[in-house]
């Protein structure tokens, strides 16, 4: 009962930045962790980045690390992935997806069987 909306896609030259948003709506106080996946092409979806809904810990792909962030605004019910110093090999779909279960250890999920559901996705396309 959880709905995922991204937004803040698009073209972006190499080094530069974006922004992008995903809202929820439904059963959002039922969320234990929020997460960000990409999937570019011929490629699996891979993990991003998570966060938990109500604390403060994150955990972020290597790949990202240092210069994607992910935050959230929980009155809005929304989750953002800032990406700075945007490379060609971050063009990808970006997906949001919402883990409502309860887990057996206090560790943020990565693996994309471990959520709930997913956004339809906003696509990002890096220029070099």
């Known amino acids: 009962q959880v709905q995922l909306v991204e937004s803040g896609g698009g073209l972006v030259q190499a080094g530069g930045s974006l922004r992008l948003s995903c809202a929820a709506s439904g059963r959002t106080f039922s969320s234990y962790a929020m997460g960000w996946f990409r999937q570019a092409p011929g490629k699996e979806r891979e993990f991003v980045a998570a966060?938990?809904?109500?604390?403060?810990?994150?955990n972020y792909a290597d790949s990202v690390k240092g210069r994607f962030t992910i935050s959230k605004d929980n009155a809005k019910s929304t989750v953002y992935l800032q990406m700075n110093s945007l490379k060609a090999e971050d063009t990808a779909v970006y997906y949001c997806?919402?883990?409502?279960?309860?887990?057996?250890?206090?560790?943020?999920?990565?693996?994309?069987?471990?959520?709930?559901?997913w956004g339809q996705g906003t696509q990002v396309t890096v220029s070099s």
């Open positions: 966060i938990w809904w109500i604390g403060v810990r994150t």
């Open positions: 997806a919402v883990r409502v279960g309860s887990l057996d250890y206090a560790t943020l999920p990565r693996n994309l069987h471990e959520y709930d559901y």
